[in-house]
């Protein structure tokens, strides 16, 4: 019989130690596991809540074998759980299209695309901590027009902030996703304002409007393992007036 659980950890959890637990579930294995239906982390940044929905009882039972001993480590306790057994549930019509609530679902259920889309989301509403939710702790990730190398969540999220300082309204715009089954493609629009330092470029107030495509690969969990960026670095000098545009020929 399924079931909601609600766990407010003590002390109060930060949203810097939701992060160390769910890497710690991930060394374990335990990233997504099985009979858990839905996830929901909520509250403020200094004060994090969990609200679950579980398949039944035996597989919570083997989770909790997992998780409890980290919180102790990591000097928390979930205290006593709140748990319900569940009468109804439904989704809303918006909520595929919603990124708060896709990426809170666990990875099984929600398609490759979903995660892909939540993490582009996520970037654009400038939550970098949930645009790398579902990384593991080695992924890497390679932007290839720089030639860099970025490896686990940590190194990522200052590589988007690197965009995010040269562009500040940065957005993935017109994306397009196409899950193949352990990887999914995204075609998109890089577009933003420089009014930040780019490297050792001085800003210069022009537009980036850029063709990007972007892999992600998957693996058995629906965790993602590594990802790969390609862009034309050439056509951002020129967009930003730091080149000339090519010569095409003359007749």
């Given at each position: ?138 992924t890497e990730y390679t932007d290839h027009a720089r030639g860099l190398t970025t490896k686990g969540p940590a190194e990522f999220i200052d590589w988007m902030q690197g965009w995010i300082d040269a562009f500040p309204d940065a957005t993935v ?79």
């Amino acid at each position: 019989m399924a079931f909601v659980i609600r766990v407010n950890p003590t002390p109060a959890m930060t949203a810097e130690a939701y992060e160390q637990v769910g890497m710690r579930l991930e060394q374990a294995g335990a990233g997504n596991p099985p009979g858990l239906i839905y996830h929901t982390c909520y509250g403020t940044r200094d004060d994090l809540h969990v609200f679950d929905v579980w398949d039944n009882r035996e597989d919570f039972d083997r989770f909790s074998a997992t998780i409890v001993p980290i919180l102790q480590e990591l000097g928390f306790s979930s205290g006593p759980p709140e748990m319900y057994e569940l009468h109804d549930s439904a989704m809303g019509s918006a909520a595929k299209n919603t990124a708060a609530v896709s990426s809170a679902m666990p990875a099984s259920r929600m398609g490759l695309d979903g995660i892909h889309r939540a993490a582009h989301a996520a970037f654009n509403g400038r939550d970098l901590h949930e645009a790398v939710r579902h990384f593991r702790p080695d992924t890497e990730y390679t932007d290839h027009a720089r030639g860099l190398t970025t490896k686990g969540p940590a190194e990522f999220i200052d590589w988007m902030q690197g965009w995010i300082d040269a562009f500040p309204d940065a957005t993935v715009e017109e994306a397009r996703y196409i899950d193949s089954g352990d990887h999914c493609v995204a075609t998109f629009q890089g577009r933003g304002t420089n009014n930040g330092p780019m490297g050792n470029l001085p800003p210069t107030g022009h537009r980036m409007d850029i063709g990007m495509c972007e892999v992600l690969r998957f693996d058995s969990s629906g965790r993602i393992a590594g990802g790969d960026m390609y862009y034309d670095t050439m056509s951002i000098m020129v967009q930003l007036g730091h080149m000339q545009p090519p010569m095409t020929g003359s007749v």
